[in-house]
């Protein structure tokens, strides 16, 4: 029986069969990012860290950003225009 106090990882919910795969061979199936971010960007992820801990997930910042980016990347097919904002609505042109 849970106590309620339980701790869920979130594995199962970014890392698909296919990375799996990928991430057992010694190929090389993940490559580190660096890059800085704005404070105040920063600031929201760690929020949703902590709403997530508060619903009994244990994620680190990387497992927040790995979900928003793989979300941010379906939602849109890649295509970031979608999420580029242009001055009065327009939109711009890949060159």
């Known amino acids: ?3 309620g106090a339980e701790r869920h990882t979130t594995h199962s919910i970014w890392v698909t ?4 795969k990928k ?5 090389g199936g ?3 990012l660096s890059f800085r971010l704005p404070k105040s960007l920063v600031d929201r992820v760690d ?8 619903s009994g997930l ?8 790995r979900l928003l ?12 225009d979608q999420l580029i904002e242009t001055p009065k609505g327009g939109r711009k042109r890949a060159g």
Do not use: P
């Not at 929020?47 to 508060?54: A, I, L, M, P, T």
């Open 17 to 20: 069969l296919g990375d799996k």
């Open 58 to 65: 244990d994620l680190t910042r990387a497992d927040v950003v």
């Open 30 to 32: 993940t490559k580190q």
């Open 69 to 80: 980016l793989n979300y941010a990347l379906t939602a849109t097919g890649g295509k970031l």
């Open 1 to 3: 029986m849970g106590t």
């Open 47 to 54: 929020r949703c860290v902590r709403e997530c801990e508060s």
């Open 23 to 27: 991430m057992n061979n010694n190929n």
